[in-house]
């Protein structure tokens, strides 16, 4: 596998660089930055702008057909632009980036199974941030067996009722829509009788209501729908009864969405961690000159090197239009354990005077240098908990790789 990039990437490189510089409010910059300002109406107002801008500037879509307002370029050119954008800390994750579930989850699933309607209605509306949408997957009783969802949409006519609930849903209070999976048949087979189905959050009937999470951020929410009525064309995706198999090649895009920004992402909290190691006080010397401290950090950057060769590979076998299956886990395995590590490293050296603090900075630890600023190590300690579970939780990754994979029993 070649690794270098062209001389037609490296001057996209370039490009891309030169309007980031320009774009990237410095404020976005700071490590913590989020922590207080994820959720704020100034924020939002300030990131859909910024999305506007970037697809104005042709920064958005980069590999979608230049017909449905992206680029057209090639998977090299898309690793380039994930690289630049989180080397930039560009909000572009599935918790900070406002089009994040639509460019990375809904675009490439209606790119293959929409229908040419649904392609140029929505697909420029996605990348222009002017629908912003949310996932609606995970119900009270089927997170990982999502099989097992209970919402119902009824046909009457023209439209299917909706009735039920969601919960776990990323940017659930920002969003205008949804992508989500609903029971159309109750008598059909546990994987049959399943829509996907695009819901408008402003129908009657539609109560959106955010979750806190033990970070104190609100970027989940659960949404109740009590006879919402979505009409039939436009919004099923594929056929009616038939949503399964569009929801398992989303699943498998998200497994594996954007592991190239990962690991720049991963990297950026793995140097913020190793700040902190070099200001952090244990036992009367650095944290950094502990050999237990500095073997951990060793084996991050190892395992992030892993899912940047992974990435390299799943974006060219994207390309020549493969579907990576069963190897999406793999790399949502890795990258999930891998950000986990770290955060629990920072967390370590943080230790525990650390960990207990109520302020946003951690700056009353009195070993705790300004410059280090633990806040966002605490912050992320707690924030990356769910990563075991977002996409599908880490036991349920290992069913299909023994399964599908490596062909062991049940």
């Known amino acids: ?29 700071r490590p913590r930055f989020w922590i207080d300002r994820d959720g704020s109406e100034e924020s939002l ?146 994987r049959r009788g399943i829509t996907f189905l695009l819901i408008d959050l402003t129908l009657p009937g539609v109560h959106v209501r955010p979750i806190r999470q033990m970070s104190g951020s609100y970027e989940f929410g659960e949404e109740f729908f009590d006879g919402v009525r979505v009409p039939v064309d436009g919004n099923v995706v594929g056929r009616i009864d038939d949503g399964w198999a569009v929801a398992r090649y989303l699943l498998s895009v998200e497994r594996n969405a954007s592991p190239i920004s990962q690991y720049v992402e991963f990297g950026h909290e793995l140097d913020d961690v190793i700040a902190a190691a070099r200001h952090t006080w244990k036992d009367g010397r650095p944290a950094i000159e502990h050999p237990q401290i500095r073997t951990r950090i060793a084996r991050c950057r190892a395992d992030l090197e892993l899912l940047r060769v992974r990435g390299y590979d799943a974006m060219t076998r994207t390309a020549r239009g493969q579907d990576l299956g069963a190897d999406a886990s793999v790399t949502k395995l890795l990258w999930s354990r891998t950000r986990l590590a770290i955060a629990d490293l920072g967390a370590d050296i943080l230790g525990v005077d650390g960990q207990l603090s109520t302020e946003p900075d951690g700056r009353h630890h009195d070993r705790l240098s300004a410059e280090s600023d633990g806040g966002h190590l605490r912050w992320r300690h707690l924030h990356v908990r769910g990563q075991r579970i977002a996409g599908g939780t880490a036991q349920i990754q290992r069913t299909i790789i023994a399964r599908d994979l490596l062909d062991l029993p049940r």
């Not at 990437?9 to 510089?21: K, N, P, T, V």
């Not at 849903?169 to 048949?185: E, G, I, K, P, Y």
């Open 1 to 29: 596998m070649d690794l270098r990039y062209s001389p037609a990437a490296e001057r996209f490189r370039r490009e891309i660089r030169r309007w980031l510089a320009e774009s990237v409010p410095a404020m976005w910059r």
């Open 45 to 190: 107002e300030l990131r859909r702008r910024w999305e506007k801008d970037r697809f104005d500037n042709g920064f958005a879509g980069v590999d979608w057909p230049a017909e449905f307002g992206g680029r057209g370029a090639d998977h090299e050119i898309r690793a380039v632009h994930d690289e630049e954008m989180a080397r930039a800390r560009a909000p572009i994750g599935p918790f900070l980036g406002l089009t994040y579930l639509g460019t990375a989850l809904l675009g490439p699933t209606l790119l293959r199974y929409g229908s040419d309607a649904q392609k140029r209605t929505i697909l420029p509306r996605i990348l222009s941030g002017e629908t912003i949408w949310c996932q609606g997957f995970s119900e009270p009783e089927s997170g990982s067996d999502l099989a097992g969802l209970s919402t119902t949409a009824r046909r009457d006519g023209d439209v299917l009722e909706v009735s039920g609930q969601k919960t776990w849903t990323s940017l659930a209070r920002h969003a205008d829509a949804m992508f989500a999976l609903v029971r159309t048949d109750p008598q059909a087979a546990r």
